[in-house]
């Protein structure tokens, strides 16, 4: 009698299905020649700064925020160095820092119809004998009818991917230019 092969059957992975990034609620900020959406649970602060106008989006905690710097229509007697400018803005973040480090993935992006330059760093922050880690990126471009415009964000999260994912992330992708002055 010959023996016949019982079928087994061949156990299978069952694949993880991904939990969906939660919706998060927006509402749009238009001033200053560009807009962008942000969560709505977010607070602004539009306020000049000097020759720029400089707008901040903090999260409900301080957490987490988003600044824009403006400066309005180019003119003679504003003179850029987008790399001088960027470079100070790093420098005067990353004073109160220790452990400073370059983070930066790529040099230049592409958003709102611009090449930007970009840096990103990532450090310590102590204060109250606390010691968390900091990250911050920038931006930086000249836009030939509205002048030069830095985004800086900030985050202390306890985990900055999820920060950069539903926070930032859209909100970079969202900025677009318009020709909306100042209001």
């Not at 400089?54 to 790399?83: E, R, Y």
């Not at 900091?134 to 836009?143: E, K, P, Q, R």
């Not at 900055?160 to 020709?179: A, D, K, L, R, V």
């Amino acid at each position: 009698m010959q023996h016949q092969p019982v079928p087994t059957s061949t156990p299978t992975k069952s694949i993880p299905t991904p939990t969906p990034t939660p919706e998060v609620p927006q509402q749009i900020y238009t001033n200053h020649n560009f807009s962008l959406s942000y969560p709505k649970a977010w607070t602004v602060k539009d306020k000049k700064e000097g020759r720029f106008n400089m707008i901040t989006i903090t999260a409900p905690g301080d957490s987490d925020d988003v600044t824009i710097f403006a400066s309005g229509p180019l003119s003679s007697d504003l003179q850029v160095n987008l790399k001088v400018g960027m470079d100070n803005q790093i420098k005067s973040v990353s004073e109160p820092l220790t452990n400073v480090e370059d983070t930066t993935t790529s040099p230049t992006t592409t958003f709102g119809g611009l090449t930007w330059q970009q840096k990103s760093i990532r450090g310590d922050y102590t204060a109250d004998n606390d010691t968390y880690p900091v990250y911050y990126t920038l931006w930086g471009a000249v836009h030939p009818q509205y002048g030069v415009f830095y985004i800086m964000t900030y985050s202390s999260a306890d985990n900055q991917s999820i920060s950069e994912e539903q926070y930032f992330q859209p909100m970079i992708q969202s900025f677009h230019f318009t020709n909306q002055p100042a209001v």
